[in-house]
């Protein structure tokens, strides 16, 4: 997590924008008002965002870890799709 003020983003704005999107860095910017506001990548911003769903729904998100669970266990079956 970087922080940087609202002026040195300005000057700056399209490497910390870069640097956001390459290196998923999330991006603090300060600002003398007060008010400070984070910048991060749309993929960053989709994950949390999904994150958020799946932890809200209590029956998906165990359902999702019984999943894991059973993986990790090995409780697997083995399908052959068709082209059909």
Known sequence: MLAVNYS???E??????DTANNDFETIIVT?????????LSETEYNNLIE????RSNPD??????????????????RVELSDE
Do not use: F
């Open 8 to 10: 040195t983003l300005r």
């Open 12 to 17: 700056n704005l399209k490497e910390y924008c």
């Open 31 to 39: 600002r003398k008002s007060g008010g400070n506001i984070v910048l």
């Open 51 to 54: 994150n958020l769903y799946v």
């Open 60 to 77: 998906y998100y165990n359902k999702l870890i019984n999943s894991i669970e059973e993986l990790k266990a090995g409780k697997t079956i």
